[in-house]
């Protein structure tokens, strides 16, 4: 008998901020939850499982109208005439009180009560599921702890929404540890909430099967689902499958002694085509970073505009979907920082280093430079990744600056 156990599908993730910059990709990767779910969905049927699990976080948060919840309904029928049983428990995203619509489902699927931990028994099958629904977003009390007792003679599931013993980026909800989830006595723990893939132990098993889809850039690799193999009562294997449809990577490209700029272009060609083969296919959407120590710096930095170009057109040329989502330049040139002291480049540098390592400098130009911003529409200042002033950003435009400066002054004119 085989079991999934999936988790933090997040249907309809609206993918905050994105869609914006994505332009015609837009509908894409908005619709890549939804995509993603229904490959879950085809897996299921075709390997013949008996019992799909989501650990919780289904959905985003409340929906916008039904057509979330019918199009849950339509991939559950699918299941219900394949006769796949379905076992959901509500997240933080989607804790009771969090939605405001609700469907009827299909009779495969049983979605768990939120008042206390209960325990849903398939006899044909063998299997108790224990489990317990978010009743609202924030559940900061341990309620593990109150899980029924394993039930004689089955295999026996618990299905809990947790943020273990703290992940990082992950709050803290219904805290547990893995020596209290062992005490309790079941064979797995379908847990559900942390985004990366995580087996905290193996026996019993306790799995994090990660997101079923990258929704940004900080979601990399492959993303998935958890396949369980059943002989009896006893789980003989564990198993991560990948199904997601965008790939999410960061891309980092050295261009350390390249001193060619179209050595430099050759060499994110490589980083990008490399990217595009492992996602097998799948649409790629990623942050391109360039760094090394370089001559090109200059030119690269002091043309940020074409520098993106240029990568934007390797990207449309080395055969996968590739969207890039952001083009960071990290590039130095150390043999240009340690020049001469004399002249106004050296005092334009001096200056840039002085406002870099006084902080109140800092503060004062991130205070200039926000009081600018108010200045800009909320849509652009989206578009150009402003909203918000942090100390990464202030660096990036500080460095920027400098770089443009360089350029213009050291240019050929
Ligand atoms: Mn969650």
Redesign the pocket.
């Known amino acids: 008998m085989l079991i999934i156990h999936a988790a ?1 599908i997040h249907l309809d993730s609206p993918l905050a901020g994105l869609a914006s910059r994505a332009g015609e990709r837009a509908s894409d990767l908005v619709g890549a939850t939804r995509r993603a779910f229904t490959a879950l969905v085809d897996h299921t049927i075709d390997i013949e499982a008996s019992l799909l699990l989501i650990a ?2 289904l959905y985003d948060g409340d929906w916008r109208d039904f057509s979330t919840g019918l199009f849950f309904v339509s991939e559950m029928a699918r299941l219900d005439r394949a006769g796949i049983w379905v076992g959901v428990i509500k ?3 989607d804790a009771e009180n969090q939605m405001t619509r609700s469907l009827t489902w299909p009779d495969n699927v049983k979605v768990f009560r939120s008042d206390r931990p209960e325990t849903w028994v398939l006899k044909d099958l063998g299997v108790a599921v224990h489990g317990r629904s978010f009743p609202k977003r924030d559940v900061t009390e341990n309620i593990s702890l109150a899980y029924p007792d394993p039930a004689p003679g089955l295999l026996n599931i618990g299905m809990l ?1 947790t943020a273990a013993d703290g992940r990082p980026g992950h709050a803290l909800y219904a805290p547990c540890s893995v020596p209290e989830l062992v005490a309790k006595g079941y064979d797995y723990w379908a847990l559900g ?1 942390v985004h990366v893939r995580a087996v905290l132990n193996e026996n019993p098993w306790i799995v994090f099967p990660g997101n079923l889809q990258g929704r940004h850039a900080n979601e990399t690799g492959s993303k998935g689902a958890t396949v369980l193999t059943v002989d009896g009562h006893e789980i003989t294997g564990v198993e991560h499958i990948t199904l997601d449809v965008v790939r999410w990577e960061h891309i980092h490209v050295d261009l350390s002694g390249s001193e060619e700029y179209e050595d430099a272009l050759a060499r994110v060609r490589d980083a990008l085509s490399d990217a595009v083969d492992t996602a097998e296919g799948r649409t790629l959407a990623a942050r391109l970073t360039i760094g090394g120590n370089t001559p090109l710096h200059s030119e690269l930095a002091g043309n940020l505009e074409r520098t993106r170009a240029e990568c934007l057109g390797i990207a449309e040329q080395v055969g996968g979907d590739v969207w890039l989502e952001r083009v960071v330049l990290q590039t130095e040139d150390v043999a240009q920082t340690v020049s001469t002291d004399a002249d106004a480049m050296a005092e334009l540098l001096r200056t840039v280093d002085e406002i870099r390592s006084s902080r109140d400098e800092m503060s004062a130009l991130r205070d200039e430079l926000e009081h600018s911003l108010t200045k800009v529409p909320g849509r652009v200042r989206e578009l150009a990744d402003l909203k918000e002033v942090d100390d990464a950003t202030l660096q990036a435009i500080l460095e920027g600056a400098e770089a443009t400066l360089r350029h213009r002054l050291l240019g050929v004119d």
């Open positions: 933090d919780g976080d997240g933080n995203h929404h909430h």
